[in-house]
C-alpha cells in the first residue's frame, strides 16, 4: 500500500502517511478498519475470557463425576 498523496511506501499499513502527514488512504476505509479491527479485538477478549471461564468449570465438573465413579467403583470392588 502506497500513500495517496506522495505515493510514499506505507508497509506497516499506518493511518498517516509517514512522509506527508496525511491520511495515506480513503478515510472512509481507514475509519472502517480501525473500528473493525478494535471492535473485534475487545470481543475476542471477552469472549475467550468467558470460554475459558466456563470451559474450566465444564472441565472440573467432568474430574469430578470422574472422580466420583472412581470411587465409587474402586468401593464397590472391596465390598
Ligand atoms: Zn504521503
Given at each position: 500500500m502506497k500513500c495517496k498523496h506522495c505515493k510514499y511506501p506505507n508497509k506497516e499499513g499506518?493511518?498517516?502517511?509517514?512522509?506527508?502527514?496525511?491520511?495515506?488512504?480513503e478515510s472512509k476505509f481507514t475509519t472502517n478498519m480501525y473500528m473493525g479491527s478494535d471492535v473485534g479485538k475487545r470481543s475476542d477478549i471477552e469472549f475467550s475470557v468467558v470460554d475459558s471461564d466456563t470451559h474450566m468449570k465444564n472441565l472440573e465438573k467432568q474430574r469430578q463425576a470422574k472422580h466420583n465413579k472412581y470411587w465409587k467403583e474402586k468401593i464397590n470392588a472391596i465390598r
Open positions: 499506518w493511518f498517516y502517511c509517514r512522509s506527508c502527514g496525511k491520511k495515506a488512504n
